[in-house]
Nanobody, 117 residues
Framework: QVQLVESGGGLVQAGGSLRLSCAAS????????MGWYRQAPGKQREMVTT???????NYADSVAGRFTVSRDNAKNTLYLQMNSLKPEDTAVYYC???????????WGQGTQVTVSS
């Protein structure tokens, strides 16, 4: 079992910044992929960014150049630095952990990010 605890969401004006954190605890497979997903009201959950334990990253086109993902493998913690935030970034942001095999897949409880215009 893996537990994920997110923090760092909140209300910010357009153009502002926020930093999200996701701390993973439990039985951690060293070969894994962690990521951030988001779900806006009335929309499906979408991938924002992923980061593998080996250091590879991937971003959605809508956030590339504005968001930066990083991870501290020693602390099993994932971060998301969000800059130049837009109202359309408003959503609940979820942390995800899965093994590279895809056999195990866990979600955090989500943290609200609201960007006002």
């Amino acid at each position: 079992q893996v537990q994920l605890v997110e923090s760092g969401g909140g209300l910010v004006q357009a153009g502002g910044s926020l930093r999200l954190s996701c701390a993973a605890s439990g039985v951690i497979d060293s070969r894994n992929v962690m990521g951030w997903y988001r779900q806006a009201p009335g929309k499906q959950r979408e991938m924002v960014t992923t980061a593998t334990s080996g250091g590879s990253t991937n971003y959605a086109d809508s956030v590339a150049g504005r968001f930066t993902v990083s991870r501290d493998n020693a602390k099993n913690t994932l971060y998301l630095q969000m800059n130049s935030l837009k109202p359309e970034d408003t959503a609940v942001y979820y942390c995800n952990f899965r093994t590279t095999t895809g056999f195990l897949n866990y979600w955090g409880q989500g943290t609200q990010v609201t960007v006002s215009s």
